[in-house]
Structure formats: C-alpha cells, structure tokens
C-alpha cells in the first residue's frame, strides 16, 4: 500500500499489520496529488508507482521488494516536468 500527501514525501506500508515500510521523504517539491500502482511488468519487470504533485513534476517509480535485512523501497525511474499544476494522473500499459 502506497500514500501520498502534503509533504511531498511517499509511505510504503504493510497492508496487513499496518506497520510503516519505508518513506521517500524528498519524493515531490510540494502536495502529492495522486498516486498510480501498477502490478504487471512495464517494461522492466515488478510493481511500478506513478505520482504526481502540485509542483508540476510526474515520477515514475519502481517498487524495490523487501530483501533479508531491508525493508521494500522505491527507485525513482523517470521524472517528467510541466508547467501545469497537476491534480489528476492516469497510466495505462502498453504490451
């Protein structure tokens, strides 16, 4: 389960136990906006998160899994850049 809010920043969490995973505190310059998962490969294999803020920017993340001795984390792939104020985000996968 991902979160995103005002801070700019992203929370991973455990959907079962409730239990905070990891945070990508520096995710967004300002309010995070919307958050998009996506579970099939796109283009590079695993879980991908998408998020766009007020600040203009659109990332694309992807989902690194928990290994033995570190919590699951994400790994920014793509910043994009607009002038817009964005307040929606929808993604869509191409085979």
Do not use: M, N, Y
Request: with cysteine; net charge positive.
């Amino acid at each position: 389960l991902a979160s995103g809010g005002a801070s700019g920043a992203i929370e991973l969490w455990d959907a079962g136990s409730g239990e905070r995973l990891s945070q990508a505190a520096a995710a967004h310059a300002s309010r995070i906006k919307c958050l998009v998962s996506t579970f099939r490969s796109c283009g590079g294999g695993g879980a991908h998160l998408s998020s766009a803020s007020t600040d203009g920017s659109i990332r694309l993340w992807r989902l690194v899994a928990a290994g033995a001795s570190e919590p699951a984390r994400l790994e920014s792939l793509l910043l994009l850049r607009t002038s817009l104020r964005l307040t929606a985000l929808c993604a869509s996968l191409v085979s």
